[in-house]
């Protein structure tokens, strides 16, 4: 049915309000979007034009004296004059009116009812309108009646570019954010991601104004209720570790921490597809069919099969699909209070324990630091292990200043007697080059044994540099790896390690001491003396 955006300034006479899956397979294929094709199972291949990844360098947000205050201003959060704003918003909604048809999703962000927006999604494109139907939360037909007037409104004019001209935007793409308005402009890129990681900042910015702990991680519920919290940068095995196929999915990427529990944020899954594998990654492979996007990949022209290895367009490959399309997925997508909060981090120095347990002070020096480390070969000019610290894990998305999230964490953690543990997905016996990666099967094993309780009686001992708990004992991993001073042989070697390691722990710090508490500061890993 047609619908009217007239309150937006969009006078279009053909708008499709919350089409089904198939009508906007039909309106993608018609309309020749740009590589948009069938693929071989059923899912709906698209390109996103120049632009195949996220463009941070770009996010603006409006500055206005009533939430000034509150934004963690500086890289991640650029300023943006309000009258620069209302020029790029103009010139979307110019762009919008030049369309043929246009495209609305109305949806939620959040399953918990007294938490959830609405937000609603106004684009030119079919496959981008998919998209956010996939990832935000599907309201029924008596619930779209009585949606009203959103929250928020974001206007993705990707096919234009932004107008360079204005004070604070320096490139043709712009993706801006106005929360006084509560409004969203892109301009300049047609990735689809930028809209759900938009809602996500959002979020980031609405729940701790109400002292809900928005977080970039998975969870996952096992068969008596108890709730996992997984966090961790790209490569650290978020993803992996939390399908498991013995435990109910509530989501893999955005997730909410409220009195009442966990809840996740989004309807839908955004996977990486590259060098899929249908045996190691079952539940991923075999969501790719009807109803789900492939964003970027190849394929062949002949079989429309998808050829996940071939990175030649990016390695950013996706592939967007309803949470309901995983097997396991726990519908609502809500759980309890957490029983185990985990940090993953993928160490190629080989300093950090396989798994060791955390204090609340420790978890939020761990929480605002968000540690892991590239690899040697990963990219050019990088010949040793590099660390690369992301604040709570999503610093990206941020909008109030890491301790906020820190501290919303640690209260949460005290109140629930929640168990925090930091495990180690990366290199054993020493850094990367000399050691080996941590066996995913020991991985494995280590979560088992914190889902079943093991760990939490298990004997235990400091870390002499990182001040951590480590269990001496856990079933199905030798017990010569857990302490990873022993699996090195040159002693010498591990200390000089360890002590670089704490340093750039030190340095990466410096820009958050200055609101750290006392207890937090002390939960620094302490640099050996030269």
């Not at 300023?79 to 020029?87: H, T």
């Not at 002070?361 to 000019?381: D, L, P, R, W």
């Not at 925090?420 to 099967?441: C, D, E, F, K, Q």
């Amino acid at each position: 049915m047609t619908f009217s955006l007239h309150q937006h300034g969009i006078h279009v006479a053909r708008v499709l309000r919350n089409p089904a899956p198939a009508v906007l397979y039909e309106e993608a294929l018609a309309h020749h979007e740009h590589g948009t094709a069938l693929s071989s199972t059923g899912a709906l291949i698209a390109r996103s034009g120049d632009k195949t990844g996220r463009s941070p360098k770009d996010k603006r947000v409006v500055e206005h004296e009533h939430i000034n205050g509150d934004i963690w201003w500086g890289p991640v959060n650029t300023g943006l004059s309000p009258e620069s704003f209302q020029a790029l918003r103009q010139q979307a909604v110019d762009h919008l009116n030049t369309c043929a048809r246009l495209y609305v999703v109305d949806g939620f962000a959040g399953w918990d009812p007294r938490y959830r927006v609405r937000i609603r999604v106004i684009c030119e494109r079919a496959y981008h309108a998919l998209f956010m139907h996939n990832m935000l939360i599907r309201p029924s037909a008596e619930e779209l009646e009585q949606f009203g007037e959103p929250d928020y409104v974001l206007y993705n004019a990707g096919r234009a570019s932004a107008r360079t001209d204005l004070p604070g935007v320096h490139n043709p793409t712009s993706v801006s954010l106005c929360f006084l308005r509560g409004e969203m402009v892109i301009l300049g890129t047609e990735y689809a991601g930028e809209m759900k990681k938009g809602v996500f900042t959002l979020m980031n910015y609405i729940m701790p104004r109400q002292d809900v702990l928005s977080m970039h991680c998975s969870a996952n519920e096992g068969e008596d209720g108890d709730v996992s919290i997984f966090f961790g940068l790209s490569g650290t095995g978020k993803t992996t570790l939390s399908a498991d196929p013995r435990r109910r999915l509530i989501g893999d990427d955005e997730h909410c921490w409220s009195d009442r529990g966990v809840f996740n944020i989004e309807g839908g899954c955004y996977a990486k597809v590259v060098d899929l594998d249908p045996e190691a990654e079952p539940e991923i492979h075999d969501a790719i069919r009807f109803g789900a996007i492939l964003e970027n990949v190849v394929f062949d022209p002949r079989t429309r099969e998808v050829d996940y290895s071939d990175t030649s367009i990016t390695e950013n490959t996706r592939c967007s699909y309803p949470v309901e399309h995983i097997p396991n997925a726990k519908i609502p997508c809500t759980g309890g209070q957490p029983k185990n909060v985990i940090f993953l981090t993928c160490d190629a120095f080989s300093v950090l324990p396989p798994v060791s347990r955390l204090t609340p002070a420790q978890a939020m020096y761990h929480f605002i630091s968000g540690y892991t480390a590239k690899v040697a070969g990963t990219e050019v000019g990088v010949t040793e292990p590099q660390a690369t610290f992301s604040a709570c894990f999503g610093a990206p998305f941020l909008v109030w200043h890491p301790t906020r999230y820190a501290q919303l964490l640690a209260e949460r953690i005290r109140r629930h007697d929640v168990q925090v543990w930091l495990v180690n997905t990366g290199w054993s016996g020493g850094p990367y080059g000399v050691g080996r990666r941590m066996p995913i099967a020991h991985t494995r094993a280590i979560i088992d044994a914190i889902h079943g309780g093991e760990l939490a009686s298990a004997p235990t001992v400091e870390d002499p540099v990182f001040g951590v708990q480590v269990p001496t004992r856990c079933p199905g991993v030798p017990e010569e790896t857990l302490i990873p001073a022993n699996t090195w042989s040159d002693a010498a070697a591990y200390r000089e390690t360890a002590a670089r390691l704490a340093r750039l722990f030190h340095e990466n710090f410096e820009a958050y001491a200055d609101q750290a508490s006392p207890e937090v500061l002390a939960a620094a890993p302490r640099v050996p003396e030269d």
